[in-house]
């Protein structure tokens, strides 16, 4: 995982590997071996093979729904953890940010969206992981999506860590940076295995599950 991989990119990517999978290609799922068990791969396979036949076009389709879609106060981050590497994608609406969703039309609007971009490029900011996993930021981007009426911030990071033993959670300070977020909800995908989270202004810190 040396790069990023924007959310999109990354399902559409998994719905490949599994619809070839479905056509006895068993060693396409070899890059995923000893991150996700295969027990949960075939049973998580399901839903994605109902999208095997999407085109390029109903895809796009399908994220532009995503983002019409988006809820206000929630905030969404994927992330992805892999030898000493871990890759976090964050998607939060607008509103949420800057507190519209429309385009920018105003200086203050627009000053407010560079700051924001600006501020989620920050994953020191935004995220506190445990000092002893020895964690340091490769990269990290963040940038304004508009569809019509709607807009949504997305970000992503990559981290290089050097204890991935001490890994074992991670804490947002979004809640304090940005009040009008109300929940995160939180995907992972590890070693140790896979899970999700909701996260509230109250627990804003994500377990990942212990290695056995």
Do not use: W
Not at 24 to 53: H, Y
Not at 73 to 98: C, D, W, Y
Not at 141 to 170: P, R, V
């Amino acid at each position: 995982m040396q790069d990023i991989v924007p959310l999109f990119i990354l399902r559409t990517r998994l719905r490949v590997m599994f619809c070839r999978y479905r056509n006895s290609a068993k060693s396409q799922l070899e890059p995923l071996a000893g991150i996700v068990p295969m027990r949960q791969l075939l049973t998580s396979s399901i839903t994605f093979i109902a999208a095997c036949t999407l085109s390029a076009g109903q895809l796009h389709a399908e994220g532009t729904r995503e983002l019409h879609s988006h809820e206000h106060g929630h905030v969404k981050l994927e992330i992805a953890i892999e030898k000493n590497k871990m890759n976090i994608s964050l998607e939060a609406p607008g509103e949420s940010v800057v507190g519209f969703e429309h385009a920018a039309k105003t200086d203050k609007q627009k000053a407010a969206v560079a700051a924001a971009e600006k501020q989620l490029a920050d994953p020191i900011a935004l995220f506190v992981l445990p000092p002893k996993a020895g964690c340091t930021v490769n990269s990290a981007k963040s940038e304004l999506h508009q569809e019509g009426k709607h807009n949504e911030f997305e970000a992503s990071y990559a981290f290089t860590c050097t204890n991935m033993a001490e890994l074992k959670n991670m804490k947002t300070n979004l809640f304090e940076l940005y009040p009008a977020i109300e929940e995160i909800d939180v995907n992972y995908i590890a070693p140790s295995g896979q899970g999700a989270a909701e996260l509230e202004p109250d627990a804003p810190t994500v377990t990942f599950v212990p290695t056995s």
